[in-house]
């Protein structure tokens, strides 16, 4: 065989080869911005049928009007109407309201607490991380049973009044333990305490050591150097804390039902109330502002700091 035919013949395989092999689809000759949307495509469908689309029905719903047995779709604003100029829904507010703050501060000073001993009075690793997740083995069992745990202590025989009149720093047992706004406020602080120790431990564990080592060469005490280094770098995990914390709280109403004996409300415990009477579309106008009440908070909440940063 001649060089000519070798050519010929390596030439057509080569052909044939070329005619079979497709190119693989790459990323890159695409534009960036439209990569990004295509690989962000598949969680904004999840979001917009299971987030978006069931507010825009409870949005729609909140219009509709209501009769003893039925509701029909409408647009009028009776719903809004009454909410609006009804004293019970601002006192329920107002319960929401101090409850989320009165929370708030607890959990922050305990979750703060607890945080700074874990990232900087804990030396060894191991240790930080068994007395991490020790802090978590209450969430190990469900929020009602640890919340339910708190009656027999509380109670009129329970163990706090029984414990405080047998040192005899009482006569009588203490009413106020249970069912009120003590014992709601203690069960919310158990529940959530935790949200806040999370991000603000995330938070301390990325600060420098240098930091704090050159404030105390600097002359700095130890509260000009919690005040001046540890808190300002520790902003963002409060901030996420802040909002886990009053976004969880302002829509319980489980824990407001049980540990104040039904004696006291909120917005969730208003909105569950008329889903029990059927009266959809007052639930729907309730949580509607609620909404917008916890968008307002947390917009104020980021104004303070920006998150993006520590996401």
Request: charged residues 10%; proline residues 4%; aromatic residues 14%.
């Amino acid at each position: 065989m001649t060089d000519q035919s070798h050519l010929f013949l390596h030439s057509q395989t080569a052909a044939a080869a070329g005619k079979k092999a497709k190119p693989a689809f790459q990323w890159s000759r695409l534009p960036n911005n439209l990569t990004g949307w295509l690989l962000s495509l598949p969680l904004t469908v999840v979001l917009f049928f299971f987030l978006v689309l069931p507010i825009c029905m409870i949005v729609v719903v909140s219009f509709w009007g209501a009769t003893e047995f039925s509701i029909y779709p409408a647009f009028q604003f009776d719903n809004y109407e009454f909410l609006l100029t009804s004293p019970v829904t601002y006192q329920v507010f107002w319960n929401t309201v101090k409850y989320a703050l009165i929370t708030w501060f607890f959990t922050l000073v305990i979750g703060f607490t607890v945080a700074y001993f874990l990232a900087f009075h804990v030396r060894s690793l191991t240790w930080q991380i068994v007395l991490f997740l020790l802090c978590t083995i209450p969430f190990w069992t469900s929020n009602i049973i640890r919340m339910i745990s708190w009656i027999p202590f509380l109670g009129r025989n329970g163990i706090a009044n029984s414990t405080l009149i047998s040192m005899g720093v009482i006569d009588e047992p203490l009413e106020w333990l249970l069912f009120s706004d003590f014992s709601v406020i203690l069960a919310f602080v158990h529940l959530y305490t935790l949200f806040m120790v999370v991000p603000i431990f995330n938070t301390m564990m990325r600060i420098d050591t240098s930091l704090i080592e050159a404030a105390r060469d600097a002359g700095a005490s130890g509260y000009q150097t919690l005040t001046n280094v540890i808190i300002p770098l520790t902003k963002p995990g409060i901030m996420i804390g802040s909002i886990f914390v009053v976004t969880l709280v302002m829509g319980d109403f489980i824990t407001v039902r049980f540990m104040s004996g039904s004696q006291k409300a909120n917005v969730g415990r208003l909105i569950s109330n008329d889903i029990a009477l059927l009266q959809y579309p007052s639930a729907a106008a309730t949580a509607v502002i609620l909404l917008i009440t916890v968008l307002l908070v947390i917009s104020v909440l980021l104004r303070f700091v920006d998150i993006r940063k520590e996401l």
